[in-house]
């Protein structure tokens, strides 16, 4: 057992010293804005040609073929420069994994490339009115034509999907079946003739979600991922992936518990919150020595995934209540820590809700009954 | 970077489950509470090495190796395991640090053979730490460092009993001077921390197991025609225990890692805040989902749930540790 990082130490050098370079001075307007997507598409494209939109990719998609333990460095460092928020991120983190295990090679040669390089910018279009939780529940179907299918009904919390070039999703393409049968995993245009997207104003009226309406939209069959029927399969090895670290990788809590030890300081180290800065950096590094954990497991962590997943979404929000404690009655003003305490509030409801998390490290980790 | 146990330090940690499974310490607990200090636990455990991870080779020892030590104490947690072991091994470090041979050739092998058990008052830089040591009289020696003095000690009067019945603690007063300068102070910060990462790991180990014990209890026991794990409540309680479980380890065995950096102090304190929090909250949910049973001191399980108790504080409080990590930060 050791934490020898010396081996990814020049990986390491390198990134820090692109991202002191490029970096932008000022902080991008937030990406939950037209203005804020837009320039966040910009610096995706930056990073996209310095093979550092992807890292961990083979190298013929755009990324450079790098360890998980580099992933795990790329973050820490990312994070620390202060860079900006992934506007690729549903893409990059949640469809390219997807499609790594269930794509063909036309698809990865399609899609990959000009999502690494920030030309398409993609959607994840899961939950419905009536399926959230319960995802299984879904309505929204895909009907089979000559040359491919068409698509109908409604998908909604799609997020960043009021800017985003391209969406995917799970349809029901078996009129018939129930549940998780029956389900096809496709990719679609947001631009296509028969979708409307309507923008949804989060808590702080940011239209960081939309709705998306179908109507009889039309999908070529090249763009079904893994088997017509079988979507379900495909998007739980998706699902697995948000609640691992990937979706929210320890760096960024990192860098952010730094931030908030500094902000504690600057505002003249309160005893009565220090208990609090405290415990968010032991649960940031705890985060990390976690990451480390896990990459260093040669077994598949399965369903103990749902443990990090509800850890870094609650250190979240402890860390951005710590900091607008901290700022006292500036707290409830516009800017950074408010803006990041907003997005933390919605950490533990999408990427399956806490509780589902806990039902299923109840069954399935520790055997309890149904 | 392999940021994992390997085969032999995890069988090593099988080697002790197995024997401490097999004395049933349950018994050796309710006897040591009541007064009956028999070795033959103590002695086996010296015998399957524990001691020894804390002792230098030249000293009849294989230490310092601070991850087995971790493995061991985990695993003593585990099975509640009574006694000065963290003092002891807390001991030999101190011995180490102030570097006088005579008084480490004296006592050192005998501390790794498991034919000394040696107490102390833990050496906290806090200002007026409590002057007690568990178990003192029981040991063999009992130590006590007062700035750049180290003193051997003895115990005063009848012990303070703890919430654990297996914790006696004695109030100590310096018998005899056994060494003195600044290598005592820093021996003392170093021993404060090994014995603190050590505390730690025991803290783990007896939150493991109350998690195990009461996953099985929730399996079998029933209400309203099923058993009282199907029920969500009781579901989700038991998963906040597991991830409190799962994110105080890597901060333990992290700490176990950093150890000989200047970080050490640091991360102990994480460990110890992140392990005695965990450990306590599923000492609480053990409580809950036993129902009255839980509260009893005749039912086993109260044994962990009190020592979770009691080790939330011994070793330095939370509070104590968050304090000491504020500062590194700074
Ligand atoms: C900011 C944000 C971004 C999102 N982005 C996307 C996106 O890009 N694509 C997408 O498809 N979706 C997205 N979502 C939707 C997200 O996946 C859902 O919100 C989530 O699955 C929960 O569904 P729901 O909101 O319908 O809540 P519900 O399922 O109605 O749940 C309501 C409450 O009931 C609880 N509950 C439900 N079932 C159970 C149960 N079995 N046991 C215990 N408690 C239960 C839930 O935990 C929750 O507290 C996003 C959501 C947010 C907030």
Redesign the pocket.
Known sequence: MDLDLSSVEAFRAEVRDWLARNVPATPLPSLETEKGFAAHREWERRLGAARLSAVSWPEAYGGRGASPLEWLVFEEEYYAAGAPGRVSQ?GVNLLAPTLFAHGTPEQLARVLPPMAAGEVIW?????EPGA????AALRATATRTDDGWRLNGQ???????AFADRGF?LFRSDPASERHRGLTYLMFPLDADGVTVRPIG?LDGKP??AELFFDDVFVPGDDVIGEVGQGWKAAMSTAGNERGLTLRSPGRFLAAAERLVALWREHGADPLLRDRVADVWIKARAYRLKGFETISRSDDIGAESSVNKIFWSELDVELHETALDILGAEGELEGDWLEGYVFSL?GP????????QR?VIAERVLGLPR | MKFVLDAEQRLFGETLHKLLTEAGTPGVIRSWAAGEHDRTLWTALAQAGVFALAVPERHDGAGPRPIELVTAMVELGRHAVPGPVVETLAAAALFEGVGDEELSAEWLPRLAAGHAVVSLVPPSAEEAPPCRALDADVADLVLLTEGEGLWSARPEGTPRRSIDPARRLFTVTPAAPLASGPAVREAAAAAYDLGTLACAAQSLGVGRALLDITVAYAGTRRQFGRSIGEF?AVKHHLANAFTGLEFARPLVYGAAVSAGSPEFARDVSAAKVAASDAAYVTARIALQVHGAIGYTDEYDPSLWIRKAVALHSAWGSPANHRARLMKALS
């Open positions: 549903n959607a994840q279009a899961w939950s959230g939780s319960d995802l998908k909604t919390w799609s997020s960043r999907a999703g989060r960081a979600f919605a409801i999408y990427a399956g809700t806490n509780e589902i039902n | 969500q």
